[in-house]
């Protein structure tokens, strides 16, 4: 962990007060990058063990001062340690307001999980984890409530997932991961080269390192096979007996099922689901046709830690009935 005392004095014009993390009476000022942060250090201390380790090295030099209070330099980003220190050190709650749950953009669960772990506070750590998880659930009904999801974790870029990989992996939280893994799908493909092109190598889904980026493609490769078989096995369910509308059934089938999976984009399959997709087509769906489309996006829910490599307790199992 990189943190560190300047050797020598630094022009306090170097850096910017923080607007949002300055307290007029602190007694310690953090520096992350190029932006400082002045809390009292008994707070900090009283969280955080490893803050208490920092404040007791001793010093080599003089030490450095910014209006009289002690310097401590870390290598967080300047967002990240202004994300900590707003929930530590100013009393925010960003998860509510009284009991109103507060949707919270996903760049700032990110730094409560990075930050929380960095400086082992667990009352930082384990709410945002919670919303985390909230995002990437374990439940297919819970992944397809699109707007349930939103009220807890705001993202609006789709490749949040990949930092969601990388806490999952740094907090050792796989539950996270099949989810998350399976919203990489979307962008697998995609390369950057290197700024040695000559080389003939490549950047794989900026991010993502090489090991998990084989995971996504292995996991999409086989997860799609697996569909596959759950699509085909359809065509001799459906119409179900005692279905009211065979033919209207069977077209929606086609229509609707086939023509989701054979786009391979698994993630927004699961995400709308085979039942909602054929009940959107020209043709309506009967009741008893519709529970034979659930239970294969059930039966194909149930295999992604299978093939996305990863043990989970409690990730619903293969439908039997």
């Known amino acids: 962990m990189e943190f560190s005392g300047s050797t020598t004095a630094q022009p306090s014009s170097n850096w910017v007060k923080d607007d949002q993390v300055w307290l007029s009476d602190g007694n310690i000022v953090i520096i992350a990058q190029n932006s400082a942060f002045r809390v009292h250090k008994s707070i900090l201390a009283q969280h955080s063990e490893v803050f208490r380790d920092i404040f007791s090295l001793p010093s080599s030099s003089v030490?450095?001062?910014?209006?009289?209070?002690?310097?401590?330099?870390?290598?967080?980003?300047?967002?990240?340690?202004?994300?900590?220190?707003?929930?530590?050190?100013?009393?925010?709650?960003?998860?509510?307001?009284?009991?109103?749950?507060?949707?919270?953009?996903?760049?700032?669960?990110?730094?409560?999980?990075?930050?929380?772990?960095?400086?082992?506070?667990?009352?930082?750590l384990n709410p945002a984890l919670a919303r985390l998880k909230k995002y990437y659930p374990i439940t297919l009904k819970a992944w397809r409530d699109t707007d349930g999801r939103a009220r807890y974790v705001t993202s609006t870029d789709p490749h949040d997932a990949i930092t969601a990989v990388q806490l999952a992996r740094l907090t050792d939280t796989p539950s996270i991961l099949p989810t998350a893994f399976l919203q990489c799908c979307d962008f697998a493909d995609e390369v950057y080269p290197e700024t040695h092109p000559q080389r003939g190598t490549f950047v794989l889904s900026a991010g993502l390192p090489p090991g998990d980026h084989a995971t996504v493609i292995s996991g999409q490769v086989l997860a799609t096979r697996i569909a596959a078989g759950f699509?085909?096995?359809?065509?001799?369910?459906?119409?179900?007996?005692?279905?009211?509308?065979?033919?209207?059934?069977?077209?929606?089938?086609?229509?609707?099922?086939?023509?989701?999976?054979?786009?391979?984009?698994?993630?927004?399959?699961?995400?709308?689901?085979?039942?909602?997709?054929?009940?959107?087509?020209?043709?309506?769906?009967?009741?008893?046709?519709?529970?034979?489309?659930?239970?294969?996006?059930?039966?194909?829910?149930?295999?992604l830690p299978h093939c996305f490599q990863v043990s989970i307790d409690g990730w619903p199992p293969i439908p039997t009935t």
């Not at 925010?92 to 409560?112: G, M, R, W």
């Not at 001799?236 to 099922?257: D, F, H, T, Y």
């Open 63 to 124: 030490p450095e001062a910014v209006d009289g209070c002690e310097v401590v330099h870390v290598s967080d980003s300047a967002e990240d340690m202004r994300q900590l220190l707003l929930v530590l050190c100013c009393g925010k709650n960003p998860y509510y307001d009284l009991d109103e749950i507060i949707p919270v953009p996903f760049p700032v669960v990110a730094s409560l999980v990075r930050m929380g772990h960095k400086y082992d506070v667990p009352g930082v």
């Open 231 to 303: 699509v085909a096995r359809l065509f001799l369910e459906i119409p179900r007996p005692g279905c009211a509308s065979p033919n209207q059934c069977k077209q929606a089938v086609k229509g609707g099922v086939i023509q989701e999976f054979a786009s391979l984009s698994l993630a927004a399959g699961l995400r709308t689901g085979p039942a909602m997709s054929a009940a959107g087509s020209s043709a309506v769906i009967c009741q008893t046709c519709r529970r034979v489309l659930s239970k294969a996006s059930d039966g194909i829910w149930s295999i």
